[in-house]
Each structure stands twice: as C-alpha cells, then as structure tokens.
C-alpha cells in the first residue's frame, strides 16, 4: 500500500518516485473525512491478524497489571480490565491497536492516572493500554520536515523578558508516555524550558496534553497548544496530523522509508480535534511541540487583604497598565470564599523572570514541604489526616484555613520547571474540580462562589477544606479544550473572548459530602457558561457540552477516526450521548480468545 498525504488542494498527482500523491479537497469537512475513511480501511486491509498468544509471548500484553495502575490519583475509581498492553515501540503499539480493532475490543490509552474524572477508566471488558514504556525526548525528524522550518541555534544566556520567551521558538519530539518531569530534564540539558506547564510533574505527556493540562498566564493557551505535529495510531496505522500549513514536507515525507505505512493528514479541524480529545480519538505515539529557551523564576508568594485581590483579578481582565501580568509571567489568587476574620486576606503568586544567580534553590524549604512528605514517609495521608481534624471541629474549618492560608508566604527561585511543581502539595489527598469561566465574568461568578459558600457554612455546617485558586488563560483553537475562543452568553448569543479565568475548588479526600459541595459551585457557573476541566472532578453533561462545544464537527471527525467506537469508555458515551457499549459481548468474545491461546 503506498504512502498516502491529505493536502489543501483538489488534485490528484504522479510523483517520480512512483508513489501516488492523494490531495483531497478540504473545501468542507466532509469531503476531507470520506477521503481518510477510504484510506483507513485500505491501510487496514494491509495489517496482518495479530494474535493475543503473540502478543503475551512478546510481553506485549498481560492479565494482571502494576499496583501503580490499579487505581488513579484522585481515589475516584478503580482499573480492572481484562488485558493490560504496555508496548515499547511504535510497532507494538500498532500491534496492539490492530488486535483491538480485529477483536473488536475497547481500549483505552492509560498516562499516570493523574485524574479524578473517569476520562483515563478502561472498560473491564477491554485494554488498558499503559504509555509508560512510550518514553523519550528525541530531534525533530528534520529530513521530512519542510525547508522553512528553521532549527534556530539555542542561545545558553537564559531569557528575563516575557515577550523574548515568548517569541523564542525551538521544536522538539516527545513520546507520549514520557512524564513531565523527564520532559523538563531532557529539555534543560538542551538549554530548554516549556513555556507553560501544570503545577505538577508527574503527568505523562499524553495524558496532559489530551485532558487540556494547562499553566497560569494570560500569554498561553493549555499545554497542547505548544503541539504542532502529532503522531497517533488509528485503528492499527500511524497517522501524522497536522494543520494545514503544518510543518512537514509532503514530498519529503513520501519519500521517507521509515514513514512507509504512515499516512500524513494536514487539516486544521482533525488537527484540533486531535491534540485534545479526552482520550477519544486513538492513541498518540509522539508529539513535535514548540519549546523555548531555558529561563529562571522567582516565586513571590504575599498576603494581601482579600478586597485588594479581587481588585487585582478585575485590573487582569481589563487589562489595566498595573496588572499583575505586566511584571509576571505567570500569576494566580488563593483564598477562602468563607472567612470568620473581619479582613479576610488572600494570597497573591507571582513567578517573575530572573537572572541566575548563586542564590537559586534546588527545592522548596518550607513547613508544609517537611510536613507533608515527612507523614507520606510513614504511611499517612496528609489529606486524610487534616479531613479527621476538621471533622472533630466544623466549627473550626473556616479558622483553620484563614490560619493555613498565611502559611504560604515565602519566596522560590530556581529554573522554571521546578517553580511551576507545587512540590510536596501535590502529596496530600484531595478531590479537584476547576471550572472554566469567561474573564469577563469571573467578578459575578466568585461573588455567586462567595455567597453560596456563606449559606452552605452558615446554614448546614458545610465547608471547603482548602482555599480556591483563580488563574488566567488563553483561549484555544483545540475543539473540546474548555477555553474555547467563542462562548454562548445568557442570551445564547456567541460572543468571543480571548481570555479564561480558571477557579480551582480543592478539597481534602474524605471531606463529607464532598462531591455534593463542589456540584454546586459547578451549577452556579451554568448561568456563566462555565465548563468542568475534563481531567478533574467533572459535573458537565451531554446536553451542556452541545452548548458549550462544536460536538457536531468533533462526532463527525471520531465517526471516521474511531468508526467502531472502541476508544470510548462509558464515561465518553455519556458525555457524548451515545448508547452503551456491548460490553457482555465483548467479554465473552474475549474469554473465547483467551482459551483458543
């Protein structure tokens, strides 16, 4: 089967070296997609039948999987499914892929679990497809890239200024198993930094980029915005995905032995549909994303009172001369929506640019850093822990957070990756939702936060257990990331908006009724077309998601990509609406397998 490529223009031409160039008419998504479907079931038809006796034989696949995976971080589900895959390369991927899709069985791509949402749970008739051994950070591959995409040489003096970081561009390949903090360290001893991460490293690169893992600056999008390739297997056969000015060479990429088998879409819609898709649009080997040079932080972490925050947050949203962005790269509020204090205060972060100096630390020396890993070193779950103390005094709750909030001044420098790490926080056990709402009405939204916070404490007793977050984004082009670029208002009209306010609700893992507590900070966002982030606890249902999301367009595209449905899990059926999976049959088909092995 010759190498294929979807291009922008309508012709179909001979090359020299005998390979036929399929340049499809991308004029409607349609003709676009019918094209693919057509190239998908001739590459299939290539695969040969892979067996589950072949793969067990290789190591490829198991019946029992690692205590790591045995249940995600958030403590929200548990992993139990028949067959547990863990390919090495790009050929046991396609293996594996190719044996679901001829089996008929679900699978589901499996990062490191960094998740309270079911969005990473596979079906326990089907495959946990684990990404860890997919690791490694490698050169673009250069030789079937275009010409213009320049390799600009890495300057080793690091960047102090914001708008140097981010028009500085180098490009790198990442695995998609490869876990934010290998990421980070393959990237300083090149001389370079992701422009924006989480607060946490633990995260592999699939997984973040597909749940919409973001920072906190106004000058970034969610972390896949840095994609500008993507590598993914689709029903048993590689696909390199890229917009439509994307950066490899077609001619090139025919040419090229170890693309072969591949095909080589460039269209903007599947593009953005891929990038992000909560795990629904196949499995990604690698990612080519855009980097920048290496760069140092300072962290400023200061109490101010509680009026002069919210003051700060509405100066970001009206891009006021004195807002925290024009001296900081990246910036969030911490603070409680109920307090018993008469000054209630807040927490202001700052991560400024800075110059190395012999003054950078190599890791956070605060009480909570001893505290907390201290307690995980015997066994204990600072979240349960801090959860049985409030449950002894309720009363209390408000008091004891005002007391822990002024607990977080301090000061941090060192290189940006590892200011960005929350360090020993991200040790404590907690539920996460983080609801996305316009900048243009966080104001109404966190005042909404506030009051149902008061009525909750004041009239049943009921409290968070940690303080909120607020952090500013960009919008994003990707097709299911929540900061999307238009937003349907009170009145259902669309309207636009360039930036995102993100309020993060944490609660110690235990805290009673807890999911019933965050249900109600998510309703009230309703009315502000707020939207749950997909990767922590998430309230959103099929009937919001229309509202919220070009759902046709993006059903349209998985119809082709995914025509059987086998990357779906019945959390995607129910954000999607769609009927439930035979999974008894699947099953059964699969104990038939097994037996004939």
């Excluded at 892929?97 to 001829?102: D, P, T």
Aim: charged share 25%.
């Amino acid at each position: 089967m010759p190498r294929s490529c979807i291009r922008r223009n309508g012709s179909l031409a001979q090359c020299s070296d005998s390979y036929p160039v399929v340049a499809l008419p991308l004029r409607n998504l349609r003709s676009t997609l019918d094209w693919l479907a057509k190239l998908l079931a001739e590459k299939r038809q290539d695969l040969p039948v892979v067996s589950l006796a072949d793969l067990e034989r290789d190591g490829i696949v198991s019946r029992s999987g690692s205590e790591e995976f045995r249940t995600n971080f958030g403590k929200t589900f548990a992993l139990e499914p028949t067959i547990w895959a863990r390919p090495r390369n790009e050929a046991e991927l396609v293996r594996v892929v190719a044996f679901a899709y001829q089996q008929g069985l679900p699978l589901k791509p499996i990062g490191s679990l960094c998740t309270w949402s079911p969005a990473a749970r596979p079906e326990q008739s089907g495959i946990a497809l684990l990404t860890d051994r997919l690791s490694g950070v490698e050169y673009p591959d250069w030789q079937v890239l275009k010409d213009s995409v320049r390799c600009p040489p890495v300057e080793h003096a690091p960047v102090v200024d914001n708008a140097e970081l981010i028009r500085r561009r180098h490009l790198v390949r990442v695995l998609s198993g490869t876990t934010i903090w290998d990421l980070n360290d393959a990237l300083d001893r090149y001389g370079l930094a992701l422009k924006t991460m989480g607060a946490y490293g633990g995260e592999r690169v699939g997984g973040a980029f597909s749940t919409g893992t973001h920072g906190s600056s106004v000058f970034f999008g969610p972390m896949s915005d840095s994609v500008v390739s993507l590598d993914l297997v689709w029903q048993g056969v590689v696909v390199r995905v890229e917009p439509a000015n994307g950066p490899t060479a077609p001619e090139k990429f025919r040419a090229s032995p170890a693309h072969r088998s591949w095909l080589l879409v460039q269209q903007d819609d599947l593009f953005h549909a891929a990038r992000l898709s909560y795990g629904m649009l196949g499995v990604a080997l690698s990612y080519l994303i855009e980097v920048g040079p290496r760069y140092y932080l300072e962290e400023r972490r200061e109490q101010i009172d509680l009026p002069r925050a919210r003051q700060e947050i509405r100066d970001v949203v009206r891009g006021a001369a004195c807002n925290v962005y024009t001296r900081a790269l990246s910036a969030e509020y911490y603070f409680n929506l109920y307090s018993i204090t008469k000054e209630p205060k807040a927490i202001r972060v700052e991560r400024r640019l800075i110059q190395p100096s012999a003054g950078l630390e190599t890791k956070r020396r605060t009480f909570d850093e001893f505290l907390f890993r201290g307690l995980r070193a015997i066994k204990i779950d600072p979240g349960r822990l801090s959860t049985a103390l409030f449950k002894l005094v309720p009363r209390m709750v408000p008091a004891i957070l005002e007391s822990g909030l002024a607990g977080l001044k301090g000061t941090f420098r060192s290189i940006s990756y590892k200011v960005y790490n929350m360090g020993a926080a991200n040790l404590v056990g907690t539920l996460v939702q983080e609801i996305a709402v316009p900048a243009r009405v966080i104001d109404a939204y966190l005042d909404d936060c506030h009051a149902l916070a008061r009525h909750l404490f004041e009239n049943h007793g009921k409290a968070l257990t940690s303080p909120v977050g607020v952090r500013f984004i960009k919008s994003s082009r990707a097709l299911l990331a929540i900061q999307q670029e238009t937003y349907a208002d009170e009145r259902g009209a669309r309207r636009p908006t360039e930036l995102w306010a993100m309020v993060n609700f944490t609660l110690t893992i235990g805290t009673p009724n807890g999911m019933e507590l965050l249900r109600g900070f998510h309703d009230i966002a309703e009315k502000y077309a707020g939207r749950s982030h997909p990767g922590k606890c998430y309230f959103d249902d099929a009937r919001y998601l229309k509202r919220c999301y070009d759902l046709e367009r993006f059903m349209a595209i998985r119809q082709v990509v995914d025509p059987e449905g086998l990357f779906l899990n019945a959390w995607n059926r129910q954000l999607l609406h769609l009927p439930a999976a035979p999974a008894a049959e699947r099953k059964d088909h699969l104990s038939v397998i097994s037996q004939a092995a």
